[in-house]
């Protein structure tokens, strides 16, 4: 999925609401697009990656687990991307581990994210397609969940 176009989708977030697509969310982070829910607080940040550079969900990662502390926030950071056989979504998910671990030890045992999922461009077209919420146990079991 082209980026331009993952940033356009209405996503489906019921009643949350879409405040942020590709706009400078804090000094330097400019995520795909970011979701609050009714009381205003950072639910979800979403990224595209087209591309299969390992370091590119890595920033990902670190940039969410920043902001979100920065934010107070607990949200869920879902990264849909293109996979190839080179980088599977499983592989994303196993490669972001160790540094999702690093970074919760750094941060007393627990990442400031509620939760960082991967999924593949397709699926996340079908959960589209099917009015799956963002928030919904289908959308998630659509996601493979880093450990």
């Given amino acids: 999925m082209k980026d331009s176009k993952f940033k356009e989708l209405d996503h489906r977030v019921g009643a949350y609401q879409v405040v942020s697509r590709s706009t400078e969310v804090a000094k330097g982070y400019k995520p795909d697009v970011t979701v609050e829910d009714t009381n205003k607080q950072l639910a ?4 595209c990656e087209q591309k299969t550079d390992r370091k590119a969900f890595l ?9 979100a502390e920065e934010r107070r926030a607990c949200p869920v950071l879902v990264i849909v991307m293109e996979p190839l056989p080179n980088s599977t979504v499983q592989q994303i ?19 400031c994210l509620s939760g960082v999922l991967i999924m593949s461009d397709d699926e996340y077209e079908r959960s589209f397609q099917a009015n799956e919420l963002l928030t919904s146990q289908e959308f998630r079991a659509r996601a493979t969940v880093v450990a």
């Fill in 44 to 47: 979800f940040i979403l990224e």
């Fill in 59 to 67: 920033g990902d990662l670190v940039k969410a687990e920043k902001h």
């Fill in 93 to 111: 998910a196993d490669h972001l581990a160790p540094y999702a671990k690093w970074l919760a030890h750094r941060n007393g045992g627990t990442l």
